[in-house]
């Protein structure tokens, strides 16, 4: 039985999985015997990204800033999850487990109760109140602090982490709270990951996952960065780990507890079932696409692509997100690299670089401007549109970890089209999970498969190009919601009906192998446009001009200047009221 079809009443268990995405949270029930998805349902954030204002104020926020409202997510629970068991035909009463994935780093500054910041009166209008999604990147000259000092003082940590320390992760985010916000940072009695949080809301505890704890909290061998380290950053931040971030850590699938009666209000779910530990959307992804022996590196194409992959053996690979014991599955090394923006690439040159006559075409068509673009470049021979671009529209996470560079176009002619430059974004992307790829195998973690998952795969255009720029024959997971399959895998082991995630990804996972192929003429065309890349990549990436440091220091102090200059404006107003008054 696959997803859509209806149930005779339920004699079997299921379990629930739930992924929280950037934009939106879906639910899907599986049944545990067989991985069979009965039903899903989606429910798309109030405030999605809130990026440009706030909610409570419409205070204006400074570039590279990304928060997201909590209550969203909890709004997700209440819809997506009744919705989803009451298309399934299931009974409630044959749930057995819940478990949830989350984007990470995605952070919530809350009270010692669980109650995010930003729900209080007194912080409602602070933006450091606010969760910080996983794409803020503000903290970026936090993270240089952090990576400079861990250099010089040559913590033994920071090879883990391919020698560098997001702006995205719970170190950088909370000396950013501590400078810029010390009431608000004051204030948090814990900060806590996204993926935690709502297995708090669900369970009543608040327990961390090895998941995010070990990729996005710098927990390596049984412990955080030493409070010397911290108190050389900021005397304040010396107890940041004991004050704000440490918590009994839970390995991936054991129960963080069981369903509250307030949750299974929510949810229409039985109070009591099993509620697993939290887990991040790309790494649960691996066992629903049955890629959790060493070799099988998954890509999660989305917004963003995070790519991860088991292996017996611990190396240091240059620009690696991580490197975690247990940190996909118990008993071999997770790794974990990633490309800031993917989708999100696309989705922005849609929509605001296409011309209007394309979005009629489309109309017209009764197709996306997305899927008119990729008919279009798909009549392309390799190189036609005489384009490379660079894919660091929302900065480089992998290999270079550098949120100040930015995106590039290069070889425009005023012939130059719409669908040129659609295609040659989507060839940048596929450049990108290439220099990943040579990286891990010059470090002797060798890929042996590729894996694609995520909401990209609608795309055959552009997985066929992964096939080609990468010489690999692609495999592709087989299911459309591979996280929150990833999730009810893990619901599945929390509630006991297997023994481990090894033994549930056999039964429950699924996979299309090497469906497809390398075309031979095409990868030896993309030999040359990759050469192409990667010189543009060390010399923008790797060189001594930062011209794209400059820019993007430039553009935040003028939108900064802006910034002041409209809350000086504000300020000159409510004075001249109250004058007046």
């Not at 895998?489 to 192929?517: F, L, T, W």
Request: proline content about 5%; some cysteine.
């Amino acid at each position: 039985m696959r997803l859509g079809e209806a149930s005779d009443a339920a004699t079997f268990d299921v379990v629930v999985g739930v992924d929280f995405g950037t934009l939106s949270g879906r639910a899907v029930v599986v049944r545990v015997s067989d991985g069979a998805e009965l039903a899903g349902a989606t429910y798309e954030y109030p405030h999605a990204v809130v990026d440009q204002a706030l909610p409570a104020s419409g205070e204006q926020l400074p570039p590279e800033w990304a928060l997201q409202v909590p209550s969203d997510y909890v709004q997700v629970l209440r819809h997506a999850v009744p919705e989803a068991v009451r298309a399934s035909g299931v009974s409630p009463s044959h749930v057995i487990g819940i478990a949830t994935d989350f984007t990470a780093c995605t952070m919530v500054p809350t009270k010692d109760d669980g109650t995010p910041l930003c729900e209080l009166d007194e912080f409602a209008n602070n933006p450091h109140a606010y969760v910080k999604l996983w794409r803020h990147h503000a903290a970026q000259p936090h993270a240089d602090r952090i990576n400079t000092l861990a250099r010089d003082r040559e913590e033994p940590w920071l090879s883990r982490y391919g020698g560098v320390i997001s702006p995205e992760w719970e170190f950088a985010k909370g000396l950013e709270i501590l400078e810029e916000a010390p009431d608000v940072y004051a204030a948090m009695d814990h900060f806590v990951e996204a993926a935690d949080w709502i297995v708090w809301q669900l369970c009543g505890t608040y327990i961390r996952n090895a998941c995010t704890a070990g990729y996005k909290g710098i927990f390596q061998d049984g412990a955080y960065p030493s409070r010397d380290f911290l108190a050389a950053l900021n005397p304040g931040f010396a107890d940041f780990v004991e004050a704000k971030l440490e918590r009994a850590i839970g390995q991936l699938g054991d129960r963080a507890g069981t369903l509250t009666a307030q949750a299974a209000d929510w949810t229409g779910l039985p109070e009591g079932i099993a509620v697993a530990v939290g887990n991040v959307d790309a790494h649960v992804t691996a066992p629903a696409a049955q890629a959790v022996q060493p070799g099988q590196m998954v890509a999660i194409m989305g917004t963003s692509t995070c790519h991860v992959m088991n292996s017996q053996v611990l190396q240091e690979v240059p620009g690696m997100c991580g490197v975690v014991e247990g940190g996909i599955v118990r008993g071999l090394w997770g790794y974990e690299a990633g490309q800031s923006g993917v989708g999100d690439i696309f989705n922005w040159f849609v929509t605001s670089c296409v011309p209007p006559q394309y979005h009629r075409e489309a109309a017209e068509q009764g197709v996306s401007v997305h899927a008119l673009l990729t008919d279009k470049a798909s009549t392309q021979s390799v190189g036609q549109h005489g384009l490379v671009a660079l894919d660091w529209h929302s900065g480089n996470r992998s290999v270079l970890v550098d949120h100040e560079l930015s995106g590039l176009i290069l070889g425009q002619t005023l012939a130059t089209t719409p669908e040129d430059i659609y295609r040659a974004l989507l060839e940048a992307t596929a450049f990108g999970t290439r220099t990943i790829i040579e990286a891990f195998n010059a470090s002797n973690v060798p890929v042996t498969e590729l894996i694609i998952a995520g909401g990209l795969l609608r795309n055959p255009l552009l997985i066929q190009i992964y096939a080609d720029v990468t010489n690999l024959p692609l495999s592709t997971i087989g299911s459309s919601q591979g996280p929150a399959v990833g999730s009810a895998i893990h619901a599945s082991v929390a509630a006991g009906a297997y023994p481990d995630v090894h033994a549930a990804s056999e039964a429950m996972g699924r996979a299309n192998k090497a469906v497809y192929q390398p075309i031979p003429a095409n990868v030896a065309a993309y030999e040359e446009l990759y050469a192409e890349y990667s010189t543009l990549h060390d010399y923008f990436g790797r060189g001594a001009n930062k011209v794209m440091h400059r820019l993007k220091q430039r553009r935040r102090e003028a939108m900064q200047g802006r910034h002041d200059a409209d809350a000086a404006h504000d300020d000159t107003v409510v004075n001249h009221v109250e004058a007046s008054q």
